[in-house]
């Protein structure tokens, strides 16, 4: 209800005498008196404002002739309301009323004496068949009382849990009189088609058949998914009643089908920004055995589902489409048309679901579309791309390629057209630092060796060639920089080579600063992990060599990716170019990851399981995903490898807590960490996390250095980053390392400054505690098994202090067994605020600590260090007098008449020009101003003369004035008379 009507509803049921809880009768009645009543003032009101409209030249107002609701009573039982609201008449018959009505020469369409259903001025005719009578006068064959109906047919509810299969809830709003429930539903011919792009990118859509409509129609949803360009075409579309839908865009498109991979059209569809219709059809139908659709190829294998229509065949596209053959079935069951994508149904059927009477007025509420719009308020947006973001994709939609080996080959996206990097000296940069890194290889020959190891395969592998020399100083170039980045708990590729794309040339522009960063592809990690928990077989993975498989193009390579190299100082520096994506620049993360979809998207039309994988469990180059069976598990595994291998990439490390999984895996490919003896032994690193794969439980490893004589802040901050804790499981050790952090910025300390001996003994027993997470295990799986699950529940805890607060989630799990589990899910926590920050909530006591206190905290005490005494006037000074009510603006002019009297007036009176004059004496009773000289410039005290005391000469200097309770004498000097006038 809106706020008026539940204000009128809650009246009537306080004003029950016998105090009892209203029924549903009581609200029904309510709702019928309450949409009498506005039916009747809408249409009075749409009648005056008409003729107002007009008849605007008149200063005059049309009125009706009937009595005034106040003084209206019922011709049947003499009480203060009108006919159509009165229990007595709604109690009789449709044929009873009529009568009624008749005999007593009552309006037909109003049930108001004094003119006839022809001359009356109500536009409201009857709801159910539009003719001219009141809706409560209606008389049909199948239709019975409203009494009756009440009491046999009620209006259907559907229930959470009751009837799962309904997508809408029919809430009546309004009086009405229900028909026989219907046991047939009409079916509309629809169909699966294969919709194709002009790339060739092929999505499957549901269509519906519509003969009646004179073009064809696609859904925004549809657009996106196919990428279609699109044309300009403003129109209206005109449907059933008038109804205008306005269209800006039209696409063209090709559909095949499903059956026939020959048959393929093309078609020109508008795009519709709404939804094209509601789920076809409506309900579910009951598929029951009808013998002339046995063995037919159906358009449609579900039919009877309901589900959302993406696309609308037009009659041309019928025509197009169909065939001879008609198969027409017993009265009741679906006809079958022949077409070249298959057979389509259509026609009424019998059902067993019954239908919803027939109503004056409701309102259908979609259940799927309630529930997703309250996750909508409840959860953040998905973020919009922002106008960089955007560039960045639509650089890599139109210059991306494939080899015909199946690599892709992107472009560097740049923010600008013309790069000011290849301007600067980047050459002479990147020497400088080869010989850096030469000195670097001579105190350390083994990362010497790896290092150039890691090159040689590099030139091997062809990820980058040796620059001829008649093209080396052909164009301007930027060179990049490169060094060693050592990683000795990785497997493979303990030694990298990282590239500095962020080194500045001599024009203070590095590649970096040109380079766009993209939008972000992949999930959060937390979610990836909370997500790898829900599964019961569980496998990891990571890409070999993930920016290497992409290749960029040639003129990019030459241009921006040139690097300086030889292998011995005594060999002369040679020039090279970088042929792949390349570690250490900005757009990296986003071209290799989006390259991955891209793959993804060209690749796994027919798996989409693996598309799912590929797209939502990989952080960057690690994948940690999962199925409920070993079976599915080995499928979707494989399926993900065979589509990425496609494009380049190769999967490997791979490890599962299925001893089954890991023997399906190539020996080459699972993890050197994992041993398959006799059971599943060995930990695992996956995403950053410890995985048990024995235990299936995650787990903490530290290794922290000997504590060292002096301890700083940088020492401290550098054992606390050895502790990767994204979900939170081991946070009451880490608020306790966060808290002494505070400590020390409020210290001030410096970051290579001893820190003071009592925040040393407080360190070192929190690092004491560090050695304790190793025993810490996390069970991965939380035992979320559909099949025996049988109830899952989120319990969540918070609490806070003056110095830190924390909130923590468990999920516990009632299996049908009858067996409960509870499992830590996530926690986090936070340090107090250095600054207190009070909050003026009212009704809130200043002194919590004394029960006597009755004083409250209000804005007040902010301002002014006290509670105000009265509101604050509005100040409405500096605002437009347009932008005002009539009050406002009255309380402006007041305050503008003071404030000019104030500044303007008050002050000329102590102008010297005044006393040239000789002005007349002050009288008794006279206000006057006093001069004080307590009181800042432009404020006086007020008085009146009490007493005049004359000198020797006659003339009254001193006067006595009374100011507030104490009389004063004053020299006339010090005196103003009010009212002055002008001479």
Not at 339 to 354: A, D, H, K, P, Q
Not at 446 to 469: F, G, H, R
Not at 508 to 523: A, F, H, K, R, T
Request: a positive charge; proline letters at 4%.
């Amino acid at each position: 209800m809106d706020t008026e009507t539940h204000k009128e509803w809650e009246q009537t049921v306080c004003t029950n005498e016998d105090d009892k809880l209203p029924t549903w009768d009581d609200l029904r009645q309510f709702m019928q008196s309450k949409y009498r009543t506005l039916e009747l003032v809408m249409s009075t009101s749409g009648l005056r404002e008409k003729s107002i409209k007009e008849r605007s030249h008149f200063v005059t107002a049309t009125a009706s002739t009937s009595p005034s609701s106040g003084d209206r009573k019922c011709v049947l039982c003499k009480e203060s309301h009108t006919l159509c609201h009165c229990k007595e008449f709604c109690k009789l018959q449709p044929a009873e009323r009529a009568e009624y009505v008749k005999s007593n020469k009552l309006c037909f369409n109003c049930l108001v004496p004094g003119h006839s259903a022809y001359l009356c001025k109500l536009r409201v005719s009857c709801r159910i068949c539009s003719r001219r009578h009141h809706t409560l006068l209606h008389r049909s064959k199948d239709a019975t009382s409203s009494v009756q109906s009440e009491d046999t047919e009620q209006p259907k509810v559907v229930q959470h849990g009751v009837e799962e299969k309904e997508e809408l809830v029919n809430t009546t709003i309004a009086s009405h009189h229900s028909t026989k429930l219907s046991t047939s539903l009409a079916l509309l011919a629809t169909a699966t088609v294969l919709a194709r792009n002009e790339h060739n990118h092929t999505v499957v859509l549901r269509a519906l058949v519509d003969q009646g409509s004179q073009a064809s129609f696609i859904s925004e949803k549809a657009t996106q998914l196919l990428k279609l360009t699109r044309r300009t075409a403003r129109g209206s579309i005109i449907g059933v009643g008038s109804t205008k839908t306005n269209v800006n865009h039209v696409v063209q498109l090709r559909i095949g089908s499903r059956l026939h991979s020959s048959f393929e059209i093309n078609i020109e569809a508008y795009v519709m920004s709404k939804q094209l219709t509601t789920k076809i059809p409506s309900k579910a139908v009951t598929v029951t055995h009808w013998p002339h659709l046995e063995g037919l190829n159906l358009a449609d294998p579900e039919y009877h589902k309901p589900g959302p229509i993406d696309l609308l065949l037009g009659v041309k596209e019928y025509a197009q489409i169909v065939q001879q053959q008609l198969i027409k079935g017993p009265p009741g069951s679906p006809c079958a048309q022949e077409t070249n994508l298959g057979w389509i149904l259509f026609g009424e059927i019998n059902t067993s679901v019954r239908e919803e009477s027939f109503l004056v007025l409701h309102q259908q509420i979609e259940v799927e579309n309630m529930l997703k719009s309250l996750w909508e308020i409840d959860t953040d947006k998905k973020r919009k791309l922002t106008r960089e973001e955007k560039l960045c994709e639509t650089i890599y939609e139109n210059n991306q390629t494939r080899t015909k080996e199946g690599r892709y080959v992107v472009s560097l996206p740049f923010k600008t057209e013309n790069p000011l990097s290849p301007n600067g000296n980047t050459k002479e940069i990147a020497r400088k630092r080869l010989l850096q890194l030469e000195r670097r290889f001579r105190k350390e020959p083994t990362l010497k060796d790896n290092y150039q190891k890691a090159m040689q395969e590099y030139i091997k592998s062809n990820y980058m060639e040796e620059i001829p020399e008649n093209e080396s100083n052909k164009n301007k170039s930027v060179y990049l920089p490169h060094h060693a980045v050592v990683r000795a708990d990785r497997e493979t590729s303990k030694t990298r080579v990282v590239f500095d794309a962020s080194a500045k040339g001599s024009n203070n522009v590095s590649l970096n600063d040109e380079l766009l960063v993209g939008p972000q592809l992949q999930d959060d990690l937390r979610d990836i992990v909370m997500r790898s928990r829900l599964y019961r077989v569980c496998y990891a993975s990571d890409i070999q060599k993930m920016y290497l498989q992409v290749l960029l193009h040639k003129q990019d390579a030459d241009t921006y990716h040139r690097l300086l190299w030889r292998e011995e100082e005594s060999d002369p520096i040679k020039e090279y170019r970088m042929l792949r994506v390349t570690f250490g620049t900005a757009s990296a993360p986003y071209l290799a990851v989006r390259t991955l979809h891209q793959v993804a998207d060209d690749e796994g039309e027919n798996h989409p399981e693996a598309v799912r994988v590929i797209k939502s469990d990989f952080y960057m180059d690690d994948l940690i995903s999962g199925e409920d069976t070993t079976e599915k598990a080995i499928q979707t595994a494989q399926e993900v490898s065979s589509i990425l291998q496609k494009g380049g990439f190769i999967l490997s490390k791979w490890s599962s807590n299925s001893m089954e999984f890991m023997q399906s895996i190539e020996a080459n490919k699972r993890t050197t960490r994992v041993h398959l003896d006799l059971k599943l032994d060995g930990t695992v690193q996956a995403l950053g996390l410890i995985w048990n794969l024995g235990t299936d439980q995650f787990q903490y490893k530290i290794n922290l250095l000997p504590v060292s004589d002096k301890i700083t802040k940088r020492t401290i901050l550098s054992d606390m980053q050895k502790l990767f804790d994204p979900l939170g499981w081991i946070a009451p050790s880490l608020i306790l390392a966060k808290m002494l952090i505070q400590k020390l910025w409020l210290e001030k300390t410096g970051w290579d400054d001893k820190i003071s001996q009592n925040l040393t003994d407080e360190w070192l027993t929190i690092r004491k505690d560090f050695e304790g997470v190793k025993e810490v295990h996390i069970d991965r799986w939380l035992g979320t098994l559909t099949s025996e699950v049988d109830n899952i529940e989120i319990h969540g805890f918070s609490d806070a202090s003056t110095r830190a607060y924390a909130a923590v989630a468990y999920v516990r799990i009632k299996m049908r067994d009858g067996s409960v589990s509870t499992k830590l899910q996530a926690a986090k926590t936070r340090v107090a605020p250095l600054r207190t920050v009070s909050l003026p909530r009212p009704l809130c006591p200043i002194d919590d600590k004394d029960p006597d206190c009755i004083e409250v905290l209000t804005p007040g005490h902010f301002l002014i260090g006290e509670a105000p005494i009265v509101v604050p006037s509005p100040n409405f000074k500096n605002i437009n007098m347009h932008c005002l009510s009539r009050w406002q603006y009255t309380q402006k002019l007041l305050g503008d008449f003071w404030r000019r009297w104030q500044q303007e007036y008050l002050t000329r009176l102590q102008q010297r020009p005044i006393w040239l004059k000789k002005s007349e004496e002050f009288k008794i009773g006279d206000v006057v101003l006093i001069k004080t000289d307590g009181l800042p410039p432009g404020k006086f005290s007020l008085g009146r003369v009490v007493d005049k005391h004359p000198g020797k000469d006659g003339i009254t200097r001193v006067y006595s004035i009374k100011s507030g309770n104490s009389v004063v004498k004053r020299c006339c000097s010090k005196l103003c008379a009010l009212p002055i006038e002008n001479e």
